[in-house]
């Protein structure tokens, strides 16, 4: 068996590891002996530097006497010590928030964060600070705004009046903290004010919580724990504490390791576990007279100990991750975390609130119709020599407010069901029949780049068009957007070479195998796929050699006219770790 892990033993590298404790279980922490013997369960498996302890969820109150015996047992181990609060009247499914028109319901807010912050000199707020409420009084108070724009007004008074106010009164030393959960694409129609509320609060976090594609109701792809971790980075730099995991709902135990992972990719400050009950869960086993018994082991502490302790082996060989610049204003949506998508064609992403004015070339989802200038924006980059890639959802979106003053093309709403892709050279097929929008163009005008093929026809998968100095593409987006993983590899290699066109390393190979690239020449491949993969790493700097961190082994190149191709296989669902030879 193996022995406890100091707390202190620090084996994990360049980041934390916090262990989130909702009520429920600080509650059951009134017992010492229940907490003593879990904690040293969870230490065989963890190193933790860092615990927050929740005062409130779910009209459950912690007594302060069990709030102070349980934050003195963890600082008498060495371990830091928070505070968190979770802003949900009930739990459960459908949970309900409070309601900020309510004055009993403020006022109980403001009594619970004076509680809180008397207890702890940081703060958390769980991803529930949000409001969905549609009472009489919400009715009322909204009048004839958007649900959108009342919402977003109501979160936003309440975040300096219900919380950060009556924090800093009751502790002006407190750090109070908005962890954002991973529906980014949702916020403002819940009331998370981005723009507003990242600027109020001393520190922002990080729901990378992406559990399975397919089975549970948010469907988001793995990339998007990476992808959300960088987008929340950018808008709030240096600012965003870090990312929060939890282990429900896979369809397999690897899927919990690969939400870790992919969050550390993204370099945070600290990584969140949650939570201690889901930690301690037990396995049941064989006993010895053949019934099921309880063995005091945890179904997922070994597992995010190995992740954890893989990760921090390479982490501090990782330069800043760098990604093809992605506009995404505040408050918008579009094409649902379409950009995660495209991660997961093996093209790196870094979403960013702000337009990158400086980036050579610049992706845009539809997303970015919720910038009124955004026609504005893409003239001015491409007449300044550079380049832009749309959506067909950003297209559609545009046509009518002045798009065709720089391109002549139409989302015709109409369809087309292809197999076969060409790019005028070979004909390529896919894996499965894929339903994409018709891309309507005036012949000469613009080109297409790779055409997918109707019966007797065929229509842009990716189109470019000339303006300026510069030149705009257009990606079509099919109906299902996982369908991009069907696209065949040389289709994706025309997406890749003219996304990637300032980055110094790209694949070769099918979808869902994702590319993390750093600023020091290091880059991760993770296959997400269910069989082994062959590809093919281009370097276009001409380096000789890559060298396997994990293996420490030098992997030899071939040069060819784009640069240099390596050959490597990767394991079903797994990654390896790279860095370039000069």
């Keep these: 068996m193996n022995e406890p892990v100091s707390p202190n033993e620090n084996r994990y590298g360049p980041f934390d590891v916090a262990l989130y404790c909702p009520a429920r279980d600080v509650r059951q922490m009134a017992d010492l002996d229940w907490l003593e013997a879990n904690w040293d369960m969870l230490c065989r498996y963890l190193r933790i530097d860092k615990v927050y302890l929740e005062t409130f969820r779910s009209s459950m109150m912690v007594d302060r006497e069990t709030m102070l015996k349980a934050k003195q047992f963890f600082e008498d181990r060495g371990v830091k010590v ?52 549609k009472c009489s009084s919400c009715i009322r108070a909204r009048g004839e705004m958007s649900w959108s724009a009342f919402r977003l007004d109501l979160m936003a008074e309440v975040s300096q009046n219900l919380v950060l106010k009556p924090a800093r009164e009751t502790n002006p030393a407190v750090n109070v903290i908005i962890k954002y959960p991973n529906w980014y694409e949702h916020y403002a129609y819940s009331g998370y004010n981005l723009e507003v509320e ?20 948010q469907h988001l792809q793995a990339y998007h724990g990476y992808s959300i971790m960088r987008y929340l980075e950018n808008v709030k730099p240096g600012k965003n504490g870090g990312g929060w995991i939890d282990p429900f709902m896979p369809r397999h135990l690897s899927r919990y390791g690969e939400q870790i992972a ?47 302790a893989r990760a921090g082996a390479f982490l501090d060989h990782l330069g800043e991750p760098v990604g093809v610049q992605s506009y995404k204003p505040y408050h918008s949506s579009g094409e649902d975390y379409v950009h995660s998508y495209i991660g997961m064609l093996g093209v790196p ?34 007449q300044e020599g550079k380049d832009v890639m749309i959506t067909s959802g950003l297209l559609r979106a545009l046509q009518g407010k002045g798009i065709e003053d720089i391109v002549e093309l ?22 499965r029949p894929i339903l994409l929008p018709q891309i309507a163009y005036a012949t000469n005008d613009s080109w297409e780049v790779v055409t997918a ?13 000339e303006y300026g100095k510069g030149m705009l593409y257009v990606l079509t987006i099919p109906d299902n957007m996982g369908d991009l993983y069907a696209l065949p590899p040389q289709a994706l290699a025309h997406i890749r070479r003219v996304l990637m066109q300032d980055i110094h390393v790209r694949l070769e190979g099918p979808g869902e195998v994702c590319l993390f690239v750093y600023d020091n020449g290091a880059f991760i491949v993770h296959s997400f796929l269910p069989h082994t993969v062959q590809l093919d790493i281009v370097l276009s700097d001409g380096s000789g050699a890559l060298l396997d961190l994990a293996s420490g082994q030098a992997i030899q190149g071939t040069s060819r006219e784009d640069g240099t191709s390596f050959r490597v296989h990767l394991w079903p669902r797994s990654y390896r770790v790279f860095r370039r030879q000069q």
């Design 82 to 133: 928070s505070g968190g609060i979770t802003t949900t009247v009930h739990g459960g499914f459908p949970f309900r928030t409070f309601c900020y028109t309510d004055e009993e319901q403020r006022q109980k807010m403001v009594e619970i964060v004076r509680y809180t912050a008397e207890l702890f000199d940081e703060i958390i707020l769980d991803d529930f600070f949000f409001t969905t409420c």
């Design 262 to 308: 992919l969050t550390l990719f993204a370099k945070p400050r600290e990584v969140m576990l949650f939570c201690f009950g889901a930690l301690i869960q037990p396995i049941l086993g064989p006993a010895s007279d053949g019934d099921d018994a309880t063995i005091p082991a945890s179904m997922v502490a070994p597992v995010a100990g190995d992740v954890l």
């Design 349 to 382: 992403v870094e979403l960013t609130p702000e337009f990158p004015e400086d980036a050579r070339i610049v992706l845009l989802a539809e997303s970015a119709k919720f910038d009124p200038a955004i026609v504005a924006r893409i003239d001015r980059h491409l």
């Design 198 to 217: 990242s600027q109020v609060f001393d520190m922002i976090y990080t729901g990378t919580e992406t559990r399975d594609a397919e089975y549970t109701h």
């Design 410 to 431: 139409e989302c015709s709403g109409k369809k087309v069901l292809a197999e076969r892709f060409s790019d005028f050279v070979d004909t390529y097929h896919a894996t």
């Design 453 to 465: 093929l109707g019966q007797g026809s065929g229509y842009p998968l990716l189109h470019r068009a």
